[in-house]
Structure formats: structure tokens, C-alpha cells
């Protein structure tokens, strides 16, 4: 069983920058897809980016294509999520979450563990 934990977020102005990490505790880290899911107030949770664990196949939400990066340092069991040109529609709650097989699913039901999140605010 995986235990998930994020980081990263705060208060950050239009056109800047963070980097949220998501931290495994489990064993089974690198047989995961891992995905980060955002939700804004009043909301649903929905998809942001996926990678896969060893081929490193990718992907992204329209809306953050060119502007994040998903990544994952599988020896440290991390995950991250490098976003850039922040707008403030990406204002939202953050997630991260781990999925079995090797499939970039989009849908949260797909996804068998979860963070807690982390907040990441846009002020224009």
C-alpha cells in the first residue's frame, strides 16, 4: 500500500513558479502510474498530468501543456510537478495519486491511492 504525501504549494503571483512534490512510502512505487489531479472551489477533482513508471510516457491536460512538467525520481519515490507561467485558473487544490498497470488513465476512479493535497494560490 502506498502512502502519498505532497508539498510544494503556497501563494505565488500570475506568471510565477513552484514545484510540488509528492512523497511514496510504499514499496511498490515504481509499479505505478502516478498522476497529479487539481480541484478548485466548488469543483471537481480533475485530471492534470500522468507519467508512467519506467518508459516515462506522459500526459497533460490541454491547459498545461507547455506549461508543467510532470517528473519522477523512482529511486527516491518522488513525484513532482513543475509548473511555470502560473495563471490564476490554476488556482486550486493539488493531489497526487497512484494508479497499477501501466495505463495514463484520466478518470480519479482509475486511481487506487491518494494525497492529501496541497494548495497552490495564483493571484493576479
Known amino acids: 500500500q502506498e502512502k502519498l504525501v505532497e508539498s510544494g504549494g503556497g501563494l505565488v503571483q500570475a506568471g510565477g513558479s513552484l514545484r510540488l512534490s509528492c512523497a511514496a512510502s510504499g514499496r511498490t512505487f515504481n509499479a505505478y502510474v502516478m498522476a497529479w489531479f487539481r480541484q478548485a472551489p466548488g469543483k471537481e477533482r480533475k485530471f492534470v498530468a500522468a507519467?508512467?513508471?519506467?518508459?516515462?510516457?506522459?500526459d497533460y491536460e490541454d491547459s498545461v501543456k507547455g506549461r508543467f512538467f510532470i517528473s519522477r525520481d523512482n529511486a527516491k519515490k518522488v513525484l513532482y510537478l513543475q509548473m511555470n507561467n502560473l495563471k490564476p485558473e490554476d488556482t486550486a487544490v493539488y493531489y497526487c495519486?497512484?494508479?497499477?498497470?501501466?495505463?495514463?488513465?484520466?478518470?480519479?476512479?482509475?486511481?487506487?491511492?491518494w494525497g492529501q493535497g496541497t494548495q497552490v494560490t495564483v493571484s493576479s
Open positions: 507519467r508512467t513508471n519506467i518508459f516515462g510516457r506522459t
Open positions: 495519486a497512484a494508479s497499477g498497470g501501466s495505463v495514463l488513465h484520466r478518470g480519479s476512479h482509475e486511481y487506487d491511492y
